[in-house]
């Protein structure tokens, strides 16, 4: 009974340690002040530099690894079909899929996401 009190004292220590330590942090309710009105502030001043920047390098780079990636795999099914005699259309469907998405994701995203 005594080593089991011995292993629930400190954990219980730690707990009401804890307890009094800690202080609720809570945002402001209204006001103009509050955390949510500075990060809605900080999204409004940047939507237009971040939808710059994705619209003429991120999507560009994400399209041209996928057209790089599209047609190494269509070489490599066309070697395969060369070797085996069967097409395996899976792989370059995927990517030529994938391609097509990301090729066409700038004229549809930004209304998703509300720019």
């Known amino acids: 009974?005594?080593?089991?009190?011995?292993?629930?004292?400190?954990?219980?220590?730690?707990?009401?340690?804890c307890t009094l330590c800690c202080a609720p942090?809570?945002?402001?309710?209204?006001?103009?002040?509050?955390?949510?009105?500075?990060?809605?502030?900080t999204w409004k001043d940047a939507a237009g530099q971040i939808k710059t920047v994705v619209d003429n390098v991120v999507f560009p780079a994400l399209d041209m690894i996928l057209a790089i990636a599209f047609f190494g795999k269509l070489a490599l099914s066309y070697f395969d079909?060369?070797?085996?005699?069967?097409?395996?259309?899976?792989?370059p469907v995927i990517l030529f899929a994938c391609l097509v998405f990301v090729l066409t994701a700038p004229l549809y995203i930004w209304t998703i996401v509300g720019l």
């Open 25 to 41: 942090a809570f945002a402001a309710a209204s006001g103009g002040s509050g955390v949510a009105d500075v990060v809605e502030k």
């Open 81 to 91: 079909y060369k070797k085996h005699g069967q097409f395996e259309w899976t792989g």
């Open 1 to 17: 009974m005594k080593k089991s009190h011995i292993r629930i004292y400190p954990i219980l220590l730690a707990l009401l340690l």
